[in-house]
């Protein structure tokens, strides 16, 4: 093996190691707020095994065929984690529904049916003129779910608008698999190893992204650097001028309230109250403004007991009554009819 050909290996086998090592390490060590940990972490794991199958094989075809049958497979469950992925954090989802784990559990038995019955080892014809063609079309159609997920992200991306930091990653991820798998089927008509030259150049560059602009992703719990003094004391004045503008005004009433109208009425810029929100409160915009309508919620509960669970939520300022009942049942633990039953017992006794 020549010199540049062993460059060329080595560059498109070692994002697929670091890959492997990252996915790994956020399934096992890194903090989780929510399911896109666990999504994000499998779907890095998947798409280094499948990148690396393709390197090992360009470089040495004589590789066992069990192994393709593993990189494929691998191959299977990218589209599903994404998709899963990009949802949840999106949505900042603590649970799925009984439908999602269903939905899970046929996708995780669909490739052992195959996967037995027809080893690559055994019929590797039908793998490569049926199964592969298969798993390609399943991972197009995820594709296309999950930008039809995100059509609000890239709506205020080709807007200018700010993204959110649950909006900004799971656009970033996105479109990096995005690349990869054009680059994949290019390598089709050109050279193999382009998909893994590919997810090496897209891993690295998410990487450099990560490090220069959003530091405190890497942090662990508990480890983030305190603001101190005056930056401090200046924090904690434009806290107190939050909420007196959202309790005396009441906002958070107002449907698709957008930053900039609560930037607008404390007198600050928008970038200075999403580093207030973000940095100082640990928490992002529409978070905020969801513990003030479930709050707001809990008050009509308790004073209004006549009023219908969705007159109520509108009332609060949720848009719909799906995101109503998802986000109080997140903030509080308990659907909105159970906070009611429980505040009309205590009343009873």
Request: net charge positive; aromatic share 14%.
């Amino acid at each position: 093996m020549s010199l540049a050909v062993q460059g060329l290996f080595f560059f498109s086998a070692v994002g697929a190691f670091n890959g492997l090592i990252a996915g790994l390490f956020i399934l096992l060590f890194y903090k989780k707020e929510n399911l896109s940990s666990y999504f994000l972490g499998i779907l890095l794991t998947m798409v280094s095994i499948r990148i690396g199958k393709s390197a090992i094989y360009f470089f040495a075809q004589d590789i066992p065929r069990s192994f393709l049958q593993v990189g494929l497979t691998a191959c299977y469950f990218i589209g599903p984690t994404l998709y899963y992925y990009i949802r949840t954090a999106l949505n900042k989802t603590s649970q799925l529904k009984k439908q999602a784990w269903v939905h899970m559990a046929i996708l995780l038995f669909l490739p052992l049916v195959p996967g037995v019955i027809f080893p690559y080892a055994e019929y590797p014809h039908i793998w490569g003129q049926y199964i592969w063609h298969l798993i390609n079309l399943q991972l197009t159609v995820y594709i296309l779910i999950t930008a039809y997920e995100l059509r609000s992200v890239f709506k205020k991306y080709f807007s200018s608008a700010k993204l959110e930091k649950n909006e900004r990653w799971p656009l970033i991820i996105f479109t990096g698999n995005l690349i990869v798998c054009l680059a994949n089927v290019i390598s089709l008509f050109t050279t193999y190893i382009l998909g893994s030259l590919s997810f090496s150049l897209v891993f690295y560059s998410s990487l450099f992204i990560l490090v220069s602009k959003d530091r405190k992703l890497l942090s662990r719990r508990g480890t983030e650097k305190k603001p101190h003094g005056k930056e401090q004391e200046a924090a904690a004045g434009l806290i107190k001028k939050l909420e007196a503008v959202m309790n005396e005004r009441q906002l958070y009433k107002q449907q698709n309230l957008k930053m900039a109208e609560v930037a607008s009425a404390m007198r600050i810029s928008p970038h200075q109250l999403s580093r207030l929100v973000n940095e100082h409160l640990n928490k992002s915009f529409s978070q905020l403004i969801s513990e003030y309508r479930v709050a707001e919620t809990c008050r009509l509960l308790r004073a209004e007991p006549n009023y219908t669970l969705e007159a109520i939520g509108y009332d609060a300022g949720f848009s719909s009554k799906s995101t109503f009942f998802t986000t109080f049942k997140k903030v509080m633990g308990k659907t909105p009819a159970q906070y009611k039953e429980a505040t009309s017992s205590t009343k009873r006794d």
